[in-house]
């Protein structure tokens, strides 16, 4: 039976290879209709779903100049990244929608980025260079479906700039605060036919100052410093008016000193080296030639009735319509090292490959289609390799019904190597949109969504803490919401949530009989964690010098204490201004709300107040674009607020800054 079960994935896997080397091989000679997508990204995969997303633009981005990624996503509802407003370089929690790291999935340009050596199997937020971004897109829900494990409270995708310009253009820029704080970065751009560049290097450093709070004990804790060196380019080559390839290559190196605890200062470093090499290839399809005998394989190795009918919808698909597809690989070697009273060295190598074809088999249906494989390794302290392996298939169908009402539904299949197991995820998503005027509608939608977030590898294998008997961590989810579209100046959404998390996975302390604590293990955790909540948020260009934007988030936690940390409720407002054609002006507020959180000995909780955080931001240009001055203030009314106990945040702080192209 465990052979069976073996040869069984194998033919499965090997016919989804035939299938997708039958899709690049054949498909891009075939003409097609010139109204097909010009591409697969977040924004189109959702337009027609039940989700909501929101975007930071490049506009965005220049002003609230100076601002990290995730200070950035701080301002955006729902959004709470622990750390951002602590010490530069303090190690971050993404909470989008009462989840955490592991339940939310991060992409670059579209390509899964993962760590394999941490607990949560993230990718660090502190890694980006904030001037290599053009957007930032976030969706928040379940959508493991269309993107694997891990997606289960938000999807993030950070788009790199591309370049537009003909001859190499060069931009420098120096940035200068708080805490002896410093930024320098140079970036080249180009295109030469159809060959386009971008690539630039930064290094920021910080004297920072103690992250644990000194408490009763008055100054003396040392400073937690930081230092952030990185290299990244990306180069696209237009192989043909339909097909493009696409590399980006990055080298990051982060140190950063770190305490032992809350209330407790220590010297303890903390260094991080990642190296990630992608490749994305996009082009068009059309009926493809090997797509049946490509299906018919899959048929055979189907033994189920739901393998059964995933495949023949993969061999439907490929053999009917035109569209496009996009073919994703890459590669990330991490190296992940504590030096303190506990020292850890581990090593950290994934693999992801994804082929995904979105094709439209006509005007009422269309059709996405995908396969995703996963390597991970780690190799911890004591030498020893740990490694998982994913299979995915998964299928996405978007039914236009009518010109007013559609139904997005999909479903994903993997196969796990590690656990020996085979999960099935599922979504469906009713639209309705219902015209105002001529540039005014109304969409009315929802979903139902089913995800999972595996173990990593560091919680299976990590020593003194590893569980190799961890089950997948499973949840179901659905919303209800609405948006508003009034031209194009005013945009207001509004959602209900709920979600429903079993097997959730945490560290848990383990007592003697005598109730002395003698460590700690990550386990499943016995019954359900649940959550609902209110979102919403308006976006509304006054005229083209006036922006204003404000957002609104309400979470009811059933169980609290499975939700530390995690604010209950969060509401900002942000404007921008332009004083002149050549100066612009931006304020943003944030309240966080209320939090539960444990005391260190871990024997009370204590209930953290709420708080309040208010950024200014500016920028002039001088001699055209050509030289620009921008600063910005940080916490300006020097609030004291706590936003993790134990540890001190930011007081007001600045940072000014000036770019120059050459």
Do not use: C
């Not at 290097?201 to 410093?225: C, K, M, Q, V, Y």
């Not at 303890?268 to 005998?293: D, E, I, M, Y």
């Not at 709920?498 to 959730?504: C, D, G, L, Y």
């Amino acid at each position: 039976m465990k052979y069976s079960r073996e040869l069984f994935r194998i033919a499965v896997v090997t016919g989804l290879l035939w299938s997708f080397w039958s899709m690049e091989a054949h498909g891009q000679n075939n003409e097609s209709d010139q109204n097909d997508n010009k591409g697969i990204t977040m924004e189109s995969l959702v337009a027609k779903a039940g989700y909501t997303t929101h975007k930071i633009t490049r506009k965005d981005i220049q002003r609230l100049s100076g601002f990290t990624v995730a200070e950035l996503l701080n301002t955006l509802p729902g959004v709470h990244i622990g750390g951002a407003v602590g010490t530069p370089g303090s190690a971050l929690t993404y909470n989008f929608r009462g989840g955490k790291n592991r339940q939310t999935l991060i992409l670059l340009d579209g390509v899964l980025l993962n760590d394999p050596s941490s607990l949560a199997n993230d990718y660090d937020l502190r890694l980006p260079d904030v001037s290599m971004i053009e957007q930032i897109e976030v969706l928040k829900g379940g959508a493991l479906a269309l993107y694997g494990s891990g997606a289960v409270a938000a999807v993030i995708n950070i788009q790199l700039k591309e370049s537009q310009v003909g001859k190499p253009e060069y931009t420098v820029s120096q940035s200068l605060g708080s805490f002896l704080s410093s930024n320098t970065m140079a970036r080249v751009e180009g295109r030469s036919f159809r060959f386009g560049y971008v690539a630039s290097t930064s290094l920021g450093i910080s004297r920072g100052f103690s992250a644990a709070d000194e408490g009763d004990l008055g100054a003396g804790f040392g400073n937690d410093g930081f230092l952030k060196f990185s290299t990244r380019a990306k180069m696209t080559f237009d192989k043909s008016q339909e097909a493009k390839h696409q590399y980006n290559f990055s080298f990051d190196y982060l140190k950063s000193g770190y305490d032992d605890g809350a209330f407790m200062d220590a010297d303890n470093q903390f260094s991080l080296t990642q190296f990630n090499l992608s490749r994305v290839k996009t082009g068009r399809v059309g009926k493809l030639k090997g797509g049946a005998g490509a299906g018919g394989m899959l048929l055979m190795s189907s033994p189920s009735p739901t393998l059964l009918g995933n495949s023949l919808l993969s061999a439907l698909g490929m053999s009917l319509g035109t569209g496009h597809y996009r073919s994703k690989l890459s590669l990330n070697l991490v190296n992940r090292k504590f030096d303190s009273s506990f020292p850890s060295n581990v090593n950290g190598f994934s693999v992801n490959y994804n082929n995904e074809m979105n094709r439209k088999i006509s005007r009422w249906l269309s059709w996405i289609i995908g396969f995703q494989s996963q390597w991970n390794f780690m190799k911890n302290p004591n030498k020893n390799i740990s490694w998982s392996i994913f299979f995915s298939n998964y299928q996405q169908l978007a039914f236009q019904i009518s010109p007013e009402f559609s139904i997005t539904t999909g479903g994903r299949m993997t196969f796990y190597k590690t656990l020996r197991d085979i999960n099935f995820v599922y979504n469906i998503n009713p639209t309705y949109t219902l015209r105002l005027g001529s540039d005014n509608f109304l969409k009315l939608f929802g979903s139902y969504a089913t995800a999972f977030v595996a173990p990593t590898l560091a919680q299976i294998a990590t020593p003194r803490f590893g569980n190799g008997s961890l089950d997948v961590e499973e949840s179901t989810s659905w919303e209800i919401g609405s948006s508003l579209y009034l031209g194009k100046s005013f945009t207001i959404n509004l959602e209900y949530f709920n979600r429903t998390e079993e097997n959730a996975i945490d560290l848990v302390t383990l007592y003697d009989e005598f109730g002395n604590r003698i460590g700690a293990i990550y386990s499943n955790i016995d019954g359900q964690r649940e959550l609902s909540g209110v979102e919403a948020d308006f976006r509304y260009e006054v005229n083209s010098s006036f922006q204003l934007s404000a957002h609104f988030a309400k979470y009811r936690f059933e169980n609290p204490s499975m939700f530390y940390q995690i604010p209950d409720l969060k509401y900002g407002l942000r404007a921008t201004y332009n004083l002149s054609r050549k100066t612009n002006f931006g304020l943003n507020y944030s309240h966080f709300g209320e939090r539960e959180e444990l005391t260190p000995d871990e024997t009370s909780t204590i209930s953290l107040r709420g708080f309040n955080v208010v950024d200014i931001s500016f920028a002039h240009e001088l001699k055209g674009r050509d030289l620009v001055i921008n600063g910005a203030v940080r916490n300006l009314l020097n609030e004291g607020f706590v936003d993790l106990y134990g540890f001190k945040r930011r007081p007001i702080s600045f940072n000014i800054g000036i770019a120059a192209k050459l």
